[in-house]
């Protein structure tokens, strides 16, 4: 199974990816996990990524295309993959296309702006996995510690305020069009189009959740109804 999942900064995504990776058993392939990775180890892509992302801007799309990629041949994405933060543009998303790495499920977790700075001032994370928390809606079971390997956990550089704005604006102006692209494609009749699914994201994490699998699970029991 392949999902893509599309949302402002913030919505969820990540937190959603954990319940999925459980339930499907598939790897969560995040282009910010990886470039934080990156600049952690400063590395020469690290380096070159860093002022995008501390600003809030977008890093290139040739290094996020490459590095998606190569990410895909791994042996644990042979069953499926969820992908959280890509793609973020249109030519990411016709890179996909056009590679023939098709998705079947493409779910938008919808939040309001607002939420949105509300969620981020309280976030910490487990930068080595990505699992993420937040001190008051999903608070770790031993404050400021991660639940599994019980190491610290930070608050992100590009979680401050200002940064924030700055990244949903980028998030309005060059990603929100996939919603629209995803959609006329779903809607096209081509069979390697994905199915579109559009989640309401306030409300509890174990909330959104059940919707997500209830969608991802009626669809495949229609599907194969179908196929019979
Ligand atoms: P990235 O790391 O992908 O960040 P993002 O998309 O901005 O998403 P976040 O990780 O901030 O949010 P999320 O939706 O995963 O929310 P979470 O589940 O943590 O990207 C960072 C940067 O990398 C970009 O700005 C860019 O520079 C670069 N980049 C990455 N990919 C790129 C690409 N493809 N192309 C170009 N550049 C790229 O939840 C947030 C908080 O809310 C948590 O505290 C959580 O506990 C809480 N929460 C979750 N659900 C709920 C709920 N239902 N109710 C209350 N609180 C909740």
């Known amino acids: ?21 459980d339930r499907y058993r598939i790897p969560q392939i ?15 892509l690290g380096n070159e990524v860093r002022g995008y992302m501390d600003r809030g801007a977008l890093v290139p799309d040739h290094l996020v295309i490459e590095l998606v990629k190569e990410r895909i041949k791994a042996p644990d994405c042979k069953t499926g993959f969820i992908m959280d933060g890509f793609p ?9 296309r056009q590679a023939g790495i098709d998705i079947n499920f493409v779910i938008e977790i919808e939040v309001g702006d607002g939420e949105i700075l509300r969620r981020m001032s309280g976030r910490r994370v487990h930068l080595t996995s990505g699992r993420s928390y937040h001190i008051e809606f999903k608070p770790p079971r031993v404050p400021g510690k991660d639940d599994v390997t019980g190491e610290p956990l930070i ?74």
């Open 155 to 228: 608050q992100r550089s590009d979680d401050n305020e200002d940064t924030v704005k700055r990244r949903i604006q980028t998030y309005h102006e060059q990603t929100k069009p996939l919603i629209n692209y995803y959609l006329s494609w779903a809607s096209s009749g081509d069979p390697r189009a994905p199915h579109y699914v559009n989640i309401y994201g306030r409300g509890s994490v174990e909330h959104i959740r059940d919707k997500i699998f209830a969608a991802i699970e009626s669809h495949t029991a229609r599907i194969q109804g179908n196929e019979k």
């Open 88 to 96: 973020r543009t249109l030519p990411q998303a016709e890179a996909l």
């Open 30 to 44: 995040s282009t910010g996990d990886m470039l934080r990775a990156a600049m952690k180890a400063n590395s020469p």
């Open 1 to 21: 199974m392949r999902i893509l999942l599309l949302g402002l900064p913030g919505a969820g995504k990540g937190t959603q990816a954990q319940f999925l990776i």
